[in-house]
T-cell receptor, first 115, second 116 residues
Framework: ETGVTQSPTHLIKTRGQQVTLRCSSQ?????VSWYQQALGQGPQFIFQ???????GRGNFPPRFSGLQFPNYSSELNVNALELDDSALYLC??????????????FGPGTRLTVL | AQTVTQSQPEMSVQEAETVTLSCTYD???????LFWYKQPPSRQMILVIR??????QNATENRFSVNFQKAAKSFSLKISDSQLGDTAMYFC?????????????FGKGTKLSVIP
């Protein structure tokens, strides 16, 4: 069984640029959540996708957007990058979880540095 | 909104000894889950243990156990017989139970070092 994978591992961008991060969910999982983990902090919830629809969003501006594809993989897009966007971005997948709990399985993350 | 507080930024423990990590949370919800996650230097977040708020019995997973005090909104993690592989960041997390998105709210973490 393949776990959650993310690409790229590391990324360096400059302020104002746009970035796309990718996540492949674990086999059989149709829900993907994205988290931002700034240095020395706990992860913060960005948004969640369930069956290609956004299913909840944290306190992040609209320049953070996402997609989920029919194969349940997902992308996180960030426009107009700011220095404070430098962080580890974590993707987590889980089986169908509407109205029931399912464990979230995390990927290794993408380290984004904005200069 | 929920908040999770971990008051111990760093802790250390001798190998084979026992250590307890603290966590408090604030919520107006009555039904929720609490978690402890481990994040080793390799970065991949791993679930250590889970507690359902409506269950009075404290969860146990091998060397890991929790002390869940719902009225006090306290959720501590005890690691027995500490091993070198337990060295990691430990995050306490909260999840509201019910319809809607199942998002985790994390504390800032406790860095645990196991000393040989």
């Amino acid at each position: 069984e393949t776990g959650v994978t993310q690409s790229p591992t590391h990324l360096i961008k400059t302020r104002g640029q746009q970035v796309t991060l990718r996540c492949s969910s674990q086999s059989g999982h149709n829900t993907v959540s994205w988290y931002q983990q700034a240095l020395g902090q706990g992860p913060q919830f960005i948004f969640q996708y369930y069956r290609e629809e956004e299913n909840g969003r944290g306190n992040f501006p609209p320049r953070f957007s996402g997609l989920q594809f029919p194969n349940y993989s997902s992308e996180l897009n960030v426009n107009a990058l700011e220095l404070d966007d430098s962080a580890l971005y974590l993707c987590a997948s889980s089986p169908q979880l509407i109205r029931s709990y399912n464990e979230q399985f995390f990927g290794p993350g993408t380290r984004l540095t904005v200069l | 909104a929920q908040t999770v507080t971990q008051s111990q930024p760093e802790m250390s423990v001798q190998e084979a000894e026992t250590v307890t990590l603290s966590c408090t949370y604030d919520t107006s919800e009555n039904n929720y889950y609490l978690f402890w996650y481990k994040q080793p230097p390799s970065r991949q977040m791993i679930l250590v243990i889970r507690q359902e708020a409506y269950k009075q019995q404290n969860a146990t997973e091998n060397r890991f156990s929790v002390n869940f005090q719902k009225a006090a909104k306290s959720f501590s993690l005890k690691i027995s017989d500490s091993q070198l592989g337990d060295t990691a960041m430990y995050f306490c997390a909260f999840m509201k139970r019910g319809a809607g998105s199942y998002q985790l709210t994390f504390g800032k973490g406790t860095k645990l070092s196991v000393i040989p």
